[in-house]
């Protein structure tokens, strides 16, 4: 039985409406590394190993995490640390802190470093191209994002600050032209 169009647009309002209600949680991400580049390995050549072997299961981006997390200020960051990914217990419970010497072994064969591993990459028994992959870890580096203040003023003027900057926004008003052109969607004919 078909539902009248009153029916169809309360019910599309209300999901509208619902889902405008919902915030979106912000994407975990690591502290700025403060650990210095790898220089061990070549980083360029890790970049490559890394797209083969490792970019199907992980990526760069905060808040995009694949099978596994997303991998940007890995290095220097303690293990299992970002909320938005669901880590195996082993690695929760590891105390690690992803560097040049929990990296290797666990790069070399996930499972035989951490039994119970959720990782199940193939192992990489080439030293140097761990090297080189390690190396290429320790270069992402984003800075975390900054938080945005905003603040409305009884001026009817908003300010949004983002790192000591300011930006003015005036709301005044806008004057719509009579004319065949400027006629609102909705009354299209």
């Not at 590394?33 to 905060?62: F, M, N």
């Not at 580096?141 to 926004?169: F, G, H, L, V």
Request: net charge negative; aromatic share 6%; charged share 20%.
């Amino acid at each position: 039985m078909p539902i009248n169009f009153k029916v169809q647009c309360s019910l599309i309002f209300s999901v509208i409406f619902l889902l405008s209600a919902c915030e979106r949680t912000p994407p975990d991400t690591r502290a700025a590394v403060t650990l210095p580049v790898y220089t061990q390995g070549d980083a360029d050549r890790g970049a490559i190993i890394y797209k083969e072997a490792c970019s199907q299961c992980h990526q760069l981006t905060p808040g995009l995490n694949k099978k596994g997390p997303q991998l940007m200020n890995v290095y220097g960051a303690p293990a299992a640390q970002l909320k938005d990914y669901d880590y195996g217990d082993a690695l929760a419970k590891s105390g690690w802190v992803w560097n040049a010497e929990t990296l290797d072994p666990y790069i070399a064969d996930a499972e035989l470093a951490l039994p119970e591993s959720k990782m199940l990459a193939d192992p990489m028994p080439d030293a140097s191209e761990r090297a080189d992959v390690i190396a290429y870890l320790s270069t992402l580096r984003a800075d975390p994002p900054a938080a945005i203040d905003t603040a409305i003023s009884a001026d009817d003027e908003s300010t949004t600050r983002t790192d000591n900057q300011s930006t003015k926004m005036a709301n005044g008003q806008v004057e719509i032209m009579a004319g065949e052109e400027n006629k609102p969607a909705a009354s299209f004919q």
